[in-house]
């Protein structure tokens, strides 16, 4: 059978978060979801479904108008294309960025739905069909984050990000002793800097939590120093990168800086659910290892990262971003219902297996195309 693409629909939605997200000085505070969709339909009716997530002009360089425009261009040039050679001849691994990435996700749920296989099995071996979940606090006081993690420990959660990077490190540094000398034994803690610090501050932040049970400083300073992280490393503590990781030369780059030891995949930052694996077996042949994470996202891309997830020989052992539609005010997708007692549960659906709620798609759009 040929699988050819004969339409395509595109939304730009918006959907805001339960509560405000602040990041750092630098990532400053998100207050909504920003997400382009697309549908893919064959030409015998049938089809599937791509999210791709802006980062913000600060992080992935887009936005959502301008993601949207990009990608209701590029949809053109894919009426007439075969989902099964997108997928099969792994054509995402030519796509670049958020734009590139709705796409390569839509062909791998389009191709899954078609074929009646889950997006996993398009991608490699299952290694697990759970993943524990990490939650996040925004960047705040110690007293901001233990009533999140209190909270949300009582629904199963033990691994939390704590963000940081708006105010000096050293009181950052005290805050995270107060947060680990409250929480209970078997709370695991990460930290995520957004490129909030300087090369001194993180080196002193570093320096100061080595002795500290302490799972990864994420980003600490600007996403083009790879010799500050390097140095970073040298203080003692283990160090991710996010922001310094878009494009699968990025990750090839700082592993022969030997600027990280986790890399933080996401996959609208990393162009696609191709691009995404090609950085992760990248990482793996380096012995490093990956962390699952995530921009806003919406149940889509969620599900996507968490196929991938499944797949990975060298996860990060502690919990990983799929927490993001919980955190929304609403959701066009029933991903959420995959998250039980802190831990997400894929589930045996062809496709990425998520349901599409198309009437909230609509209620929510900013914009619409179609292409045929």
Not at 24 to 51: C, F, N, P, Q, Y
Not at 80 to 85: A, L
Request: aromatic content about 6%.
């Amino acid at each position: 059978m040929i699988y050819t693409i004969k339409s395509i629909d595109g939304w730009h939605i918006r959907i805001p978060l339960a509560t405000p997200y602040h990041l750092s000085k630098v990532m400053g505070t998100l207050t909504h979801s920003d997400a382009v969709l697309i549908r893919i339909t064959l030409e015998d009716g049938t089809g599937g479904w791509g999210e791709c997530d802006p980062g913000g002009l600060n992080f992935t360089g887009d936005t959502g108008e301008s993601v949207f425009a990009d990608v209701r261009v590029r949809s053109r040039t894919m009426i007439g294309c075969n989902v099964e050679d997108w997928v099969r001849q792994g054509h995402g691994r030519n796509v670049r960025g958020t734009a590139g990435a709705v796409f390569d996700v839509a062909c791998h749920d389009t191709l899954g739905r078609a074929t009646g296989i889950p997006v996993w099995q398009l991608l490699g071996e299952q290694r697990r069909d759970r993943i524990d979940v990490l939650w996040p606090t925004s960047s705040g006081t110690a007293e901001d984050d233990l009533a999140i993690i209190n909270q949300r420990y009582a629904q199963g959660f033990r691994t939390y990000m704590l963000k940081m990077g708006d105010r000096p490190a050293l009181s950052d540094l005290e805050r995270l002793k107060r947060v680990l000398g409250a929480v209970q034994s078997d709370v695991r803690i990460m930290v995520d800097a957004n490129q909030g610090w300087s090369r001194d501050e993180a080196i002193s932040f570093a320096e100061g939590a080595a002795a500290l049970p302490l799972i990864l400083i994420e980003q600490p300073v600007a996403a083009d120093d790879h010799e500050g992280l390097h140095h970073v490393r040298q203080s003692g503590c283990t160090v991710s990168v996010d922001e310094s990781v878009q494009k699968p030369e990025d990750a090839e780059r700082i592993i022969a800086a030997d600027a990280a030891d986790i890399f933080s995949v996401k996959i609208s930052k990393n162009g696609g659910l191709a691009n995404s694996a090609f950085i992760a077996n990248v990482v793996h042949q380096a012995g490093k290892r990956i962390l699952m994470n995530s921009m806003i996202e919406l149940g889509l891309t969620q599900a996507a990262s968490l196929h991938l997830g499944c797949t990975l020989p060298n996860l990060v052992d502690c919990g990983h971003a799929y927490m993001s539609t919980l955190r929304m005010s609403d959701d066009v997708t029933d991903f959420s219902d995959w998250v039980e007692n802190g831990i997400a549960i894929l589930p045996d659906r062809p496709g990425l297996g998520v349901k599409v709620d198309e009437s909230k798609v609509n209620h929510y759009q900013v914009e619409h195309f179609h292409v045929s």
